[in-house]
């Protein structure tokens, strides 16, 4: 049988060298959670969140799915919002796509990839609704990336119309929705320029 105590392993030695390099991290890290993001992300593991926002544990509350989405019946990611929103206080909502994304590719495929196709239909939508433009670019690298940035926006607009964030507007909250995607090849962010709040 196969063990995992290669990460075990890891988790002391990560454990052992933030305690020597600040020795009140993990009490200080224990006693609250007051981050001023919520970040909702892909599920691909080349893009950590906390990692390459340059930001420490407990600064990013983070949720992640397959290809970032924000779907109006995934209660999962809703009750992540709403928590971010109503009990963090999160002052920043960042979605970040990533170019090169294998959810986005899988969608624009037609093939068949099993249960996952369900979840694939909203990114199929955010084709639909941009067919004509997608249709322009004959480079199926380009057709993705592109894809992958109007995926971005629309769930900022998908986000922007929950009644989660739509009830904190009405009562002055002070949140801010953002697009960005990420590029794997050199770690740099893009902002994609959507930024929403209620002002």
Known sequence: MKTI????????R???KITKENPGFFKSLSEQQS??????GCSDSRVPANELLGMQPGEVFVHRNIANQVIHTDLNCL??????VDV???????VCGHYGCGGVSAALDNKSHGLID??????????????????KLTDEKERINLLCELNVIEQVAN????????TAWHNKQDITVHGVVYNLHDGILKDLNVSANSK
């Open 5 to 12: 105590q290669h990460l075990f392993d890891n988790n002391k």
């Open 159 to 166: 986000i922007c119309k929950t009644t989660t964030l739509l």
């Open 14 to 16: 990560w454990a052992e």
């Open 88 to 94: 963090l206080k999160v002052q920043h909502i960042i």
């Open 79 to 84: 009750s992540v919002i709403q928590y971010a």
């Open 35 to 40: 981050p001023k993001y919520l970040w909702i």
């Open 118 to 135: 369900n979840w694939l239909r909203h990114i199929e939508d955010v084709y639909r609704f941009h067919k004509e433009e997608m249709d």
